[in-house]
């Protein structure tokens, strides 16, 4: 595939792997006031955290309920209704953190105006504010064209999609992956791709299942 037009060849791709270290906050909550109060108080990273770490937690089954709150108000306040609407909430529906603390806010907030108490769990079963440090390792493996990455992406480490698909898009501008970050250097003809790239929301996947889906999508465009 040409690509002409492109005035400087992008840099080569340089594949990074990432692992999730969970660090304490200090901070709990053992009722749903408090799991509301605590969620005004911790950094936006804590958000990120329980909304997204559990991609790169090993897991032995399937998990129920798609982050830590939902599944905390379902397990520990045995709040099945409010575990569902707090599921529901997709972290790739909202321009910034914030905005999604809003929304987990008022969910919470919704419920307790329903009720004239505030949901308990026992002691043992507190729910632990964690934030999230990113450890990033350098995998010595570089992609020179897009057209590489098809043989590439099948056998990336789960911890690789994480930081180029996921992470890359808290911290980048534009919030883009790092994939299409890269591809948009080599110019126009690439666009096609691009665009079903950017309509890919992995909330609702596992790494392996966001790893064979992109895998799919440059076979699909670039393969030979």
């Not at 897991?59 to 830590?68: A, F, G, H, I, V």
């Not at 397990?75 to 707090?86: I, M, V």
């Not at 790739?92 to 905005?99: A, I, K």
């Not at 504010?129 to 570089?142: E, P």
């Amino acid at each position: 595939m040409s690509t002409a037009g492109s005035e400087s060849r992008p840099e080569v791709f340089r594949v990074k792997d990432c692992a999730l270290l969970s660090v304490a906050t200090g901070v709990r909550a053992q009722t749903l006031k408090e799991l509301r109060d605590g969620l005004l108080s911790v950094e936006g990273n804590s958000l990120y955290h329980h909304f997204w770490g559990r991609l790169l937690r090993p897991r032995l089954d399937e998990p129920e309920y798609t982050n830590d709150f939902a599944s905390w108000a379902y397990h520990a306040l045995h709040e099945k209704p409010l575990a569902e609407r707090l599921s529901m909430a997709n972290p790739s529906e909202f321009e910034n953190l914030e905005q999604l603390r809003e929304e987990v806010v008022e969910i919470l907030e919704q419920r307790l105006d329903e009720s004239e108490w505030s949901p308990g769990a026992r002691a043992d079963q507190q729910f632990h504010f964690l934030q999230a440090r990113v450890v990033i390792f350098d995998t010595g493996v570089s992609i020179g064209t897009p057209e590489d990455l098809v043989g590439v992406l099948p056998s990336l480490p789960t911890g690789s999609v994480y930081y180029h698909f996921i992470d890359a898009r808290r911290r980048t501008q534009g919030r883009r992956d790092d994939f299409s970050a890269w591809l948009s250097g080599f110019g126009e003809s690439y666009r096609p791709l691009l665009a079903r790239i950017a309509a890919l929301d992995p909330y609702f996947s596992s790494l392996k299942e966001v790893r064979y889906l992109l895998a799919e999508l440059f076979r699909t465009h670039l393969g030979r």
